[in-house]
């Protein structure tokens, strides 16, 4: 166990910074506001007034603002404020919030492997975001300029994707297989890095960071193990394959119980035995929709809860971090929703923050 005056210094540094920042949330009033914004330019500019981002969207021409360039600017955040606590923080502390902030290269690395199978998209817009995001490791000026599946392995030669993807690149390279088996790998590597880089933090700062990774973990390989029985035709070998390399409260015992399920009521009998019962509801659900926004607020409340639990500390810091995350996950789909005329009545019900109690419509 490390517990130092140094230690300790970082972990208030980041906990009462974060408390600041947590401040800078939008509130339910803003949600509403954006909610009710008629149009893409309509939302950038409001969110440009707004404390928390009105520094990620400075450069950016709000009466010219198209989807995709504001929800570009809109998923930098994250990465942002966490690349501003990298300076406090050392150690295991450091290799954590590294690890944290990887997947917002990952889901970069991912988007180049999309652009290169269906050929959409603008490969000089991509370069150009790209070098405007901090914490960048990867050769994405190569990758960029791959022509095939073979060049984007060459050039990953000596990253931490090069082994997990070798195989999955080379089946795209000889068109025998899509894009899944090479983005659950890039999964598999980064939440299995998060989750030992929450166990290598010092114990008295593990609980409630290991609370929320450990979380997140079991609620991929539950939900996995759910939409293969529902949508998938495979065996329940090759659907326990694909789990993640990682377990926390949900062991392999009950996950293979699950694999196993004859339906959906079997596999939800299974579920009311795991602390996640919670997260899924009491019964299948009828719309993948409504499971899909149990899962994002289970996720969204136990991060509150942490912010909320204890003196502020490193866990306060990454539960911030997480609840900036879902803000930001709300705001794209407000994005979408008005970009595509869709009722954002009903689309503030599918929000990972419950801004409707107890999922009645109070439209303002």
Same mark, same amino acid.
């Given at each position: 166990?490390?517990?130092?005056? %140094? ?82 923080? &050392? ?6 919030? /590294?690890?944290?902030?990887? $997947? ?23 370069? #150009? ?12 000026? #190569? ?28 089946? %795209? ?32 700062? $593990? ?25 998938? &035709? ?16 949900? /062991?392999? &015992? ?20 795991t602390p996640y019962t919670a ?18 607020r289970f996720f969204y409340r ?16 990454? #539960? ?45």
């Amino acid at each position: 166990m490390s517990f130092s005056p %140094l230690s300790a210094g970082e972990c208030t540094a980041v906990g009462a910074k974060a408390c600041v920042l947590y401040g800078r949330l939008l509130s339910d009033m803003d949600y509403w506001e954006i909610l009710q914004c008629d149009t893409v330019p309509e939302i950038a500019d409001y969110l440009q007034k707004a404390e928390g981002y009105k520094e990620g969207l400075s450069t950016l021409i709000a009466a010219n603002a198209h989807r995709a360039e504001l929800e570009d600017r809109l998923r930098a955040v994250p990465i942002r404020r966490a690349e501003a606590f990298m300076s406090y923080l &050392s150690g295991p502390r450091r290799i954590f919030l /590294r690890a944290w902030a990887e $997947r917002f290269q990952a889901e970069q690395l991912k988007r180049v492997l999309r652009w290169l199978l269906s050929g959409h998209g603008n490969r000089e817009e991509m370069r #150009a975001s790209l070098q405007e995001m901090p914490l960048i490791t990867l050769p994405f000026d #190569a990758l960029l300029s791959s022509r095939t599946f073979d060049e984007v392995s060459e050039s990953l030669k000596g990253t931490a994707y090069y082994a997990p993807l070798k195989e999955p690149l080379r089946a %795209l390279s000889e068109g025998r297989m899509n894009l899944f088996p090479a983005e659950t790998a890039i999964d598999a590597l980064i939440i299995a890095s998060l989750y030992r880089a929450a166990l290598g933090l010092p114990l008295l700062e $593990r609980h409630y960071v290991l609370e929320l990774v450990g979380g997140l973990v079991d609620l991929l390989n539950i939900y996995w193990l759910y939409r293969a029985l529902r949508f998938y &035709s495979m065996g329940r070998e090759e659907a326990l394959n694909r789990l993640l390399p990682v377990r926390h409260k949900a /062991r392999f &015992s009950l996950l293979r119980s699950l694999s196993r399920a004859k339906d959906l009521d079997e596999f939800w009998s299974l579920l009311k035995e795991t602390p996640y019962t919670a997260a899924f509801g009491d019964f299948p659900p009828q719309d993948e929709l409504v499971l899909e926004r149990s899962l994002k607020r289970f996720f969204y409340r136990s991060s509150l809860r942490a912010f909320r639990s204890g003196s502020p500390s490193f866990h306060t810091m990454v #539960a911030y971090l997480m609840l900036l995350e879902f803000e930001v996950m709300d705001l794209v789909t407000i994005v979408e929703d008005v970009r595509y005329g869709y009722d954002r009545r009903m689309g503030a019900l599918f929000l990972a923050r419950p801004i409707i109690p107890e999922g009645v419509v109070s439209w303002q």
